[in-house]
C-alpha cells in the first residue's frame, strides 16, 4: 500500500494489508531536540520535511492556516491579552482574519498535490479553533471570565472566526483533499476539560456545527487537538460531528483502552508516552504492549504524545522507530 492509502485505510477503521502508519504527529519538531540530535549525528543539512523519511518514519505533511497578519500585536508577556472588550476586539481586526495569509500555503499543496495524489504522503491541515482563538485576544486568564463576562462578543468572534475559516477552507479544497484535520484547542488539562459542558453547548457546539459539516462532507476526517485529559470531554465533542482526539497524553492520565472500549467509532492519534523514551527500551518495548491491543481495534495510529523531549538521545529514537515499525506490522496480524 501507499503510506496515503495506509492512513486512509486506519481513519476508516479498514486494516493496511502491510503495517500501520508510522508517524510522529507533532510535524514541526522541537527545535531544542533537533539541534541535540545534530550534535549526535543527526545531518544539519536535513530541510523540514526530511528529518522524517531520515529517521525511518512515514512523511506527512501539515499545514497551519494563519488567524492574525504577521504584524498583528503581540501579548506584553505569554499568556496576556492583545485586546480588552468590543472597542478593543474593533481595534484589532484589521490584524485578524487575513485573506491572503495562506496564499504561500497554498502554492505549497499545489506544489505537493501530485506526489500527494500518487500517495506518496498523507496531508491535514490545522485551524485555530473556537477555544483556542479566542484565548489568543482575551488572553489567558479573562479568556476564561470572557464566558461569562462577555458572551456576546465571545459569540461574535466565533462567527467571524467560522465565516474565515470556511472561505479559506474552500480554497484547500480547491486544490486537494486533506486526509484530515484538526482544530488547535488545548481545552484540558490533567484533571479534566477546562470549560463546563454547558458553556461548550453554549459557545462552542454553534461554532462547529457551522464548520465541521463542510469539512466532512469533503470526505475530511475531522479530529480535535487537545492536551490534558480528553475523556470527559469526547461525548461532546462527538455530538459536534468530530470524528477523534489527539494526542491523548498519558502522563495527563489517559487511557486509550478505556477510550477505545467506550467509543469504539472514534478516532486516536498519539497516547505513547514520550516518557518512556528517556528511560529504557524495556520501557518503550513496555508501552508498545499495553497499546498493541488498542492497535489492532483499528482507528489508532499510534505516536508520540506530544513532541519527542530533547533529553531523547537519538540513538534511543533510532529504537524506538524500529520498536514502532515491529508493533505497526503486528497490529495487522490476525
Known amino acids: 500500500m501507499t503510506s496515503r492509502e495506509r492512513f ?4 476508516n477503521f479498514e486494516k493496511p494489508d502491510d503495517r500501520l502508519p508510522m508517524i510522529e504527529w507533532a510535524s514541526w519538531w522541537w527545535d531544542r531536540t533537533i539541534m541535540e540530535w545534530q550534535k549526535q549525528g543527526l545531518p544539519a543539512t536535513l530541510g523540514f520535511h526530511d528529518v522524517a523519511p531520515y529517521l525511518g518514519l512515514d512523511q506527512h505533511y501539515q ?38 495569509g495562506a496564499d504561500g500555503q497554498f502554492e505549497m499543496m499545489k506544489a505537493i498535490k501530485p506526489r500527494h495524489d500518487a ?23 479573562p479568556h476564561l471570565y470572557s464566558f461569562y463576562d462577555e458572551p456576546e462578543l465571545y459569540h461574535r468572534i466565533l462567527d467571524d472566526l467560522a465565516e474565515y475559516q470556511l472561505k479559506q477552507m474552500s480554497r484547500i479544497y480547491e486544490i486537494l483533499t486533506p486526509e484530515f484535520m484538526t482544530f488547535g484547542e488545548d481545552m484540558s488539562y490533567n484533571n479534566g476539560p477546562m470549560i463546563s459542558e454547558d458553556s461548550f453547548d453554549e459557545f462552542l457546539l454553534p461554532y ?54 467506550a467509543h469504539p467509532d472514534f478516532l486516536f492519534i498519539g497516547a505513547f508516552d514520550k516518557m518512556t523514551m528517556r528511560e529504557s527500551e524495556d520501557s518503550m518495548r513496555a508501552e508498545f504492549e499495553r ?21 531523547v538521545p537519538l540513538q534511543r529514537y533510532h529504537k524506538y522507530v524500529e520498536m514502532l515499525e515491529e508493533y505497526a506490522e503486528k497490529a495487522v496480524k490476525s
Open 8 to 11: 486512509r485505510a486506519v481513519l
Open 63 to 100: 499545514f497551519w492556516l494563519p488567524h492574525k497578519t504577521p504584524d498583528c500585536p503581540q501579548p506584553e508577556y505569554n499568556g496576556g491579552p492583545i485586546m480588552e472588550g468590543e472597542e478593543g476586539y474593533e481595534k484589532i481586526l484589521p490584524y485578524l482574519y487575513p485573506e491572503h
Open 119 to 141: 500517495g506518496e504522503f498523507p496531508v491535514w491541515f490545522s485551524l485555530d479553533g473556537g477555544f483556542w482563538f479566542p484565548r489568543t485576544l482575551f488572553g489567558i486568564e
Open 208 to 261: 462547529y456545527n457551522k464548520v465541521v459539516p463542510f469539512i466532512r462532507e469533503h470526505g475530511t476526517k475531522v479530529i480535535i487537538d487537545s492536551d490534558g485529559d480528553v475523556s470527559r470531554m469526547i461525548p461532546w465533542l462527538k455530538r459536534a460531528g468530530i470524528e477523534g482526539v489527539l494526542p491523548l497524553e498519558r502522563k495527563a492520565g489517559v487511557d486509550v483502552a478505556a477510550l477505545r472500549e
Open 291 to 311: 497499546l498493541l491491543p488498542v492497535m489492532k481495534t483499528g482507528g489508532f495510529i499510534p505516536s508520540v504524545d506530544h513532541q519527542t523531549p530533547p533529553d
